[in-house]
C-alpha cells in the first residue's frame, strides 16, 4: 500500500511540472562579410510547429572562448524559449573576436555578421516578427561588450539589448582575452579603444528607441565599469533597468540573470506589439 501511495504521488507530481518541448537546431550560417559558415544554434517555442504565427526573436551572444552551443550546453536557456514563447538565435562571434569589424583582422567583421547577415537569414528561414519592435540581443561577458555595441550601430534592427557580466568598457583590460586582436594596438589604436567603449556611447542610445537592460555580479571584475555605465546612464537621464546580484564571471550567474532579462525582453515585446496588429499573426503565404 505505501509504494503505491508512493507510486500516484510521484505520479501526480510529474503530471504538475512543466514538460519543455522546444526544438533546438544547429545550421550554418553564411558570410560574404567574411567567406565563412560559422554555425549558429537556434532554439523554437514548442508551439512554433503547432501553428503558423510569427514570433519575436531574442539575439544571445556567447563569451571569450566560447561559441555557438555555450548558452543552450551550460544554462537552461531552451526551456526560455517555451516559456515566453520567442526564439532564441545563438550565433557564434568567434573565440576572441569581441563582435568589432575589426580594423587591424579585415576577416574579421562579426558586427556585420551578426548584425545584418545572421538577422537576414533567420528571418528568411523561420517565421520571425521581421521588425525593430520584436527583436532583443544582449550576451555574457566580451558578448555583453558585443551585444550593445551592435545594438548601437544598428539601432534600426534592435529594440531592445541586453549585457549580462559585460566588458562594457575594455579599456583596462589592454592585455587581456586578445582584445588587442580585435582593436589593435592599444597605444597606436587609442583612438579605436575610446570610439567603442560603450561609456563613450552612453548618448547616443538617447531616442535611438532601445530598451536596455545591465545587469553584472558584485563581486565580478566587470562591476566598476558597469556602475559607471549606469550612472552615466542616469546623468543623461537614459531609461534602463540595471540590476546587481550576489555572484562573480560564472555559468551560476549568468544561467540565473539570463532568466531576468528573458522577462524584461518579454516584457517589452509584448508592451510594444500589443497593439501592433502583425504580432503573431498566422502566416498567410
Not at 30 to 42: E, F, G, I, R
Not at 47 to 73: M, V
Not at 151 to 160: E, K
Not at 191 to 214: C, T
Request: charged share 20%.
Amino acid at each position: 500500500m505505501r509504494s503505491l501511495i508512493l507510486g500516484l504521488l510521484v505520479g501526480a507530481l510529474a503530471a504538475l511540472s512543466p514538460v519543455w518541448a522546444f526544438e533546438t537546431i544547429t545550421l550554418p550560417i553564411p558570410s560574404a562579410a567574411m567567406n565563412k559558415s560559422p554555425n549558429a544554434t537556434v532554439i523554437l517555442p514548442d508551439s512554433y510547429r503547432k501553428g503558423s504565427t510569427r514570433y519575436a526573436t531574442l539575439y544571445l551572444l556567447h563569451g571569450w572562448a566560447g561559441s555557438h552551443a555555450d548558452w543552450s550546453q551550460k544554462s537552461g536557456v531552451g526551456k526560455l524559449a517555451d516559456e515566453h514563447d520567442l526564439i532564441i538565435v545563438m550565433p557564434d562571434g568567434g573565440y576572441d573576436k569581441w563582435y568589432v569589424d575589426s580594423p587591424v583582422s579585415p576577416g574579421d567583421k562579426y558586427e556585420t555578421y551578426i548584425g545584418k547577415e545572421v538577422v537576414a537569414l533567420i528571418d528568411q528561414r523561420f517565421r520571425t516578427l521581421a521588425q525593430k519592435s520584436a527583436r532583443a540581443i544582449t550576451g555574457l561577458s566580451m558578448g555583453g561588450f558585443g551585444a550593445l555595441h551592435i545594438a548601437l550601430d544598428q539601432a534600426a534592427t534592435f529594440g531592445a539589448a541586453g549585457s549580462i557580466s559585460g566588458g562594457v568598457d575594455p579599456r583596462p583590460f589592454p592585455d587581456r582575452w586578445n582584445i588587442a586582436g580585435a582593436f589593435g594596438d592599444p597605444v597606436r589604436n587609442a583612438a579605436y579603444w575610446n570610439e567603442v567603449a560603450i561609456i563613450n556611447n552612453v548618448q547616443r542610445f538617447s531616442g535611438a528607441g532601445i530598451d536596455l537592460a545591465i545587469d553584472c555580479g558584485v563581486d565580478d571584475f566587470f562591476v566598476p565599469s558597469n556602475r559607471a555605465l549606469h550612472q552615466r546612464l542616469l546623468e543623461l537621464k537614459v531609461a534602463h533597468d540595471y540590476s546587481e546580484r550576489p555572484g562573480g564571471h560564472s555559468w551560476d550567474y549568468w544561467s540565473n540573470a539570463i532568466k531576468y532579462q528573458v522577462l524584461y525582453f518579454s516584457t517589452k515585446f509584448k508592451e510594444k506589439l500589443g497593439a501592433d496588429t502583425t504580432a503573431h499573426r498566422p502566416d498567410r503565404a
